[in-house]
């Protein structure tokens, strides 16, 4: 079974940074495309960014330019950086796989919070 653990979130002022991590047990993670989701609160879970196995990215209209995806096969990790932080952005922060396909269970997310 494999575990996510996410890291790197905190309290930030608007247009702040932050870099969130996220470490894969095992070995199938390079092989795969993943995924950062966020969840609001009082909000569904949504995607925010994909990137696939070759590095391939994607974004979120509303994250667009201000995050970056990236993944280090051979550390099993995954990246988010996050530029130029609004108050829209705070939520749970969480990885997984891309969307459409059976997801593994979700680790504890890392808290982003944008406020002054």
């Known amino acids: 079974q494999v575990q996510l653990v996410e890291s790197g979130g905190g309290l930030v002022q608007p247009g702040g940074s932050l870099r969130l991590s996220c470490v894969a047990s095992?070995?199938?993670?390079?092989?795969?495309?993943m995924a950062w989701y966020r969840q609001a609160p009082g909000k569904q879970r949504e995607l925010v960014a994909t990137?696939?196995?070759?590095?391939?990215?994607n974004y979120a209209d509303s994250v667009k330019g201000r995050f970056t995806i990236s993944r280090d096969n051979a550390k099993n990790t995954m990246y988010l950086q996050m530029n130029s932080l609004e108050s829209d952005d705070t939520g749970a922060y969480y990885c997984?796989?891309?969307?459409?396909?059976?997801?593994?269970?979700w680790g504890q997310g890392t808290q982003v919070t944008v406020s002054s």
């Open positions: 997984n796989k891309g969307p459409g396909t059976t997801l593994w269970p």
């Open positions: 095992g070995n199938i993670f390079r092989i795969l495309g």
């Open positions: 990137i696939s196995r070759g590095g391939i990215t």
